[in-house]
């Protein structure tokens, strides 16, 4: 009686596995599709430095493609219309510092009702897509933390087809969960949460006072 396994149920093995590395790959490559903001209309954003730039002509480029964006493509709702972005350029300065990593903290100081939240959210929203890292923010009050989470809300309904990509279930103020592992969590100030576990990112909104 013959053992062992014949050349034909090798080859059989062999074409099988093949089949099942090609699935892998067309899977992975397609979670990468899913991932890229390109797919869905959004711009590179992180195209590098070319040989021909210079350090200050990249920034600038960076940030006036930066600025082109949010003023062209995101808008919010308010009273049942669509509010497009404006943003003065010291916030374009500071949002892009923050986004393309050229500073790791940063301090906003603003009047209130000039824009800080809506700053803010849009740190959070295109760092999330563009480098998929998770945040906590952590707003003054309970209507700050809805102010925040709105903001987010209508960026996510400005590009239906990567909201409904993208995240897992709704958005929600609590906890925003995206399908690669991302999270965004918007509470309002408290010494309990304080001192709770944050995500990678962490945005502090008009949370802090000055002692006595």
């Known amino acids: 009686m013959a053992t062992g396994t014949s050349e034909g149920e090798k080859v059989r093995e062999f074409r099988d596995t093949l089949q099942a590395l090609a699935l892998l790959d067309e899977e992975l490559k397609g979670r990468v599709v899913a991932e890229d903001p390109r797919t869905y209309g ?19 480029r960076q940030n006036e493609e930066l600025r082109k964006f949010l003023e062209e493509k995101l808008w919010f709702a308010k009273d049942a219309r669509k509010i497009q972005i404006k943003l003065a350029p010291p916030m ?68 239906p087809d990567l909201s409904k990509a993208l995240i897992d279930g709704d958005p929600l103020q609590t906890e925003t969960r995206l399908r690669n592992g991302v999270i965004l969590k918007i509470i309002s100030a408290s010494e309990k949460q304080a001192r709770g576990k944050h995500n990678a990112g962490f945005v502090v909104d008009e949370s802090c006072q000055e002692g006595e």
Do not use: N
Not at 106 to 121: F, Y
Not at 133 to 146: E, I, L
């Open 92 to 159: 374009i300065e500071f949002i892009a510092d923050l986004f393309f990593k050229r500073a790791i903290q940063a301090i906003l100081w603003k009047g209130r009702g000039t824009g800080g939240s809506l700053g803010s959210a849009i740190v959070i929203w295109l760092t999330m897509i563009y480098h998929r890292m998770s945040f906590t923010m952590m707003a003054g009050s309970q209507d700050q933390a809805k102010q925040v989470y709105h903001y987010t809300k209508s960026f996510w309904e400005c590009f």
């Open 42 to 60: 959004l711009p590179d954003l992180l195209r590098a430095k070319t040989e021909s730039e210079t350090d200050e002509q990249f920034k600038a």
